[in-house]
């Protein structure tokens, strides 16, 4: 069955660093991958996604993900974290029926 | 219009209750989800309607009913729930395609707590 994993269930940056989300799937088949972020009390909001197009996927807010078929991961990433990052961000994959998979997810907490 | 709408935002109800919580989109999405989600946790998928029709149903006991009136409209019938109900309630839609592929759209959620 396919799954994905996100290690780390905290992770804490500062203000301007590197942030950097871990995400490593199951998959038998070429996957379809996402990145969605939860703020506190809301839904969730798509921040980019993987579909074989191109293994470098840029989504909005300056996050950007690279699949790594040898590794397989699809780990998130943003050169600068500003404050308003702060919130959930879980991985998800799409499986039969339009099913979507989530990790667990990870709280990024940015300090000033 | 990217914009997935949920009614209401909060509701506290009974276990004796009934209520409804309601989720509109415009998009012309034909595929129509409910989550439930519990706190520090990852959604976990209730139902799926494609075109309208229930085509998946994770095993979700009786007192949650769905029903899917039109294209943009998606409801959840709820009665006699119990406390462990309590959770943020989700609301996603999707295009269909062959390959799953399309990204889903959430609304706000609906946050329901079971007194």
């Known amino acids: 069955a396919q799954s994905v994993t996100q290690l780390g269930s905290h992770v804490s940056v500062s203000e301007g660093a590197l942030v950097l989300l871990r995400c490593n799937y199951s998959?038998?088949?070429?996957?379809?991958l996402f990145w969605y972020v939860q703020y506190p009390n809301q839904g969730l909001q798509l921040l980019l996604k993987?579909?074989?197009?191109?293994?470098l996927v840029k989504g909005i807010n300056g996050f950007e993900a690279e699949f790594k078929k040898s590794e397989t991961s699809f780990h998130l990433t943003k050169p600068s974290a500003h404050m308003s990052d702060a919130a959930e961000y879980f991985c998800?994959?799409?499986?039969?029926?339009?099913?979507?998979?989530f990790g667990a997810g990870t709280i990024l907490r940015v300090k000033s | 219009d990217t914009e997935v709408t949920q009614t209401p935002k909060h509701l506290v109800m009974g276990m004796t209750n009934k209520k409804s919580l309601k989720c509109e989109q415009h998009?012309?999405?034909?595929?129509m989800y409910w989550y439930k989600q519990k706190a520090k946790k990852p959604p976990e998928l209730m139902f799926v309607?494609?075109?309208?029709?229930?085509?998946i149903n994770e095993s979700v006991p009786s007192r949650f009913s769905p029903e899917c009136p039109n294209s943009s409209l998606l409801n959840l019938h709820l009665h006699a729930l119990q406390p462990e109900d309590s959770a943020l309630y989700l609301c996603?839609?999707?295009?269909?395609?062959?390959?799953?592929?399309?990204?889903?759209?959430f609304g706000p959620g609906t946050r329901l707590t079971v007194t």
């Open positions: 996603a839609s999707s295009q269909i395609g062959t390959d799953n592929s399309y990204e889903q759209y």
């Open positions: 998959s038998s088949v070429p996957p379809y």
């Open positions: 993987y579909t074989s197009a191109a293994t």
């Open positions: 998800a994959v799409s499986v039969d029926g339009n099913k979507l998979v």
């Open positions: 998009m012309g999405h034909r595929a």
């Open positions: 309607y494609s075109y309208e029709k229930l085509s």
